[in-house]
């Protein structure tokens, strides 16, 4: 199994939209880095993977809104 810090940003993003807004909050511009490793992101933002694990993980239990319907 892959640690979390081996997947790319494309990859998560793919995975769960909801992740853009997460990592947004952090100040990661998510357009330009898609290709890299969030290893790559953590260090170029001085930021802890697990943080950021953390942070995606409470955000994927927001609701989301879609065509007026609540999707969780």
């Known amino acids: 199994m892959r640690e979390f810090e081996d997947f790319t940003l494309r990859e998560i993003l793919k995975a769960d939209f909801r992740a853009q807004m997460v990592f947004k909050n952090f100040g990661i511009d998510s357009k330009s880095l898609l290709g890299k490793t969030v ?19 409470e955000n994927m239990d927001s609701k989301v809104v879609w065509n007026s319907k609540e999707l969780n």
């Open 39 to 57: 290893k790559e992101i953590c260090k170029r933002y001085r930021i802890k993977a697990e943080y950021l694990l953390d942070s995606i993980v």
